[in-house]
């Protein structure tokens, strides 16, 4: 059974930087597309990042220059590095990994980003 765990969350000022990553349990991370989502309270859950098994990113315009995907295929890990972070950046940060035609998530870890 696969299970996606997230870590790296937590208080950052404004400027600041956290790296966010996603252990994956389990078979097919090296033909899985990895994405990053955020959910704010009272919001619709977002797309932030997508990295494909080719390693061709997509990222929302809202993060395009500040944050990046890669990924680990050795180690099974998925990051999200995220510079210049922005009070509105606060969210649950949630891992998905979709592999032939099979979706799973992550349980989130939550970045405040406040002074």
């Known amino acids: 059974q696969v299970q996606l765990v997230e870590s790296g969350g937590g208080l950052v000022q404004p400027g600041g930087s956290l790296r966010l990553s996603c252990v994956v349990s389990g078979k097919f991370f090296s033909i899985a597309t990895m994405s990053w989502y955020r959910q704010a309270p009272g919001k619709q859950r977002d797309l932030v990042a997508s990295i494909t098994s080719g390693g061709r990113t997509d990222y929302a315009d809202s993060v395009k220059g500040r944050f990046t995907i890669s990924r680990d295929n050795v180690n099974n890990t998925v990051y999200l590095q995220m510079n210049n972070l922005k009070a509105e950046d606060t969210a649950v940060y949630l891992c998905?990994?979709?592999?032939?035609?099979?979706?799973?998530w992550g349980q989130g870890t939550q970045v405040t980003v406040s002074s």
């Open positions: 998905k990994m979709v592999r032939i035609g099979i979706t799973t």
